[in-house]
């Protein structure tokens, strides 16, 4: 969250990957260490997302309904997504809308980037 822009804030995680590659397609700009080593917070020593979040082809798909498609936790479900991982990631995704009220400006390239495309009040209860 350091900087004067998001470069990479309206992107999931997965196309991140995919954008490394690209970039790297001819020559190696990006090291590959950078992009193999396990995705992390870095907030403690051997910090991993895997061990707090879902894998990232299930999680993207899921935040992609929500925040895309503005489906609820019931559509998604539906789709045949796991009610429980379905609840934890939404409840995720609301509990931190204060992070992204702090976040500096982000290069926008979906229909419902955070910021000016995604507004949410911080108090808002959507999941109850």
Do not use: H, W
Not at 42 to 51: A, F, G, H, I, T
Not at 58 to 86: F, S, T
């Amino acid at each position: 969250m350091a900087g004067g822009l998001g470069v990479l804030g309206d992107c999931y995680k997965l196309q991140v990957y995919a954008l490394a590659k690209y970039i790297n397609r001819e020559k190696k700009i990006i090291p590959e260490n950078i992009i193999s080593k396990a995705p992390s917070a870095e907030l403690r020593p051997n910090q991993k997302d895997s061990d707090s979040l879902p894998d990232y082809s299930l999680l993207d798909q899921v935040l992609y309904q929500y925040i895309e498609k503005r489906m609820g936790p019931g559509e998604i479900k539906a789709l045949g997504y796991d009610a429980a991982l379905v609840d934890r990631t939404l409840k995720m995704v609301n509990n931190n809308e204060y992070k992204r009220n702090q976040f500096c400006p982000i290069i926008r390239i979906s229909p419902k980037a955070f910021g000016v495309g995604r507004r949410v009040p911080i108090v808002g209860k959507y999941l109850n």
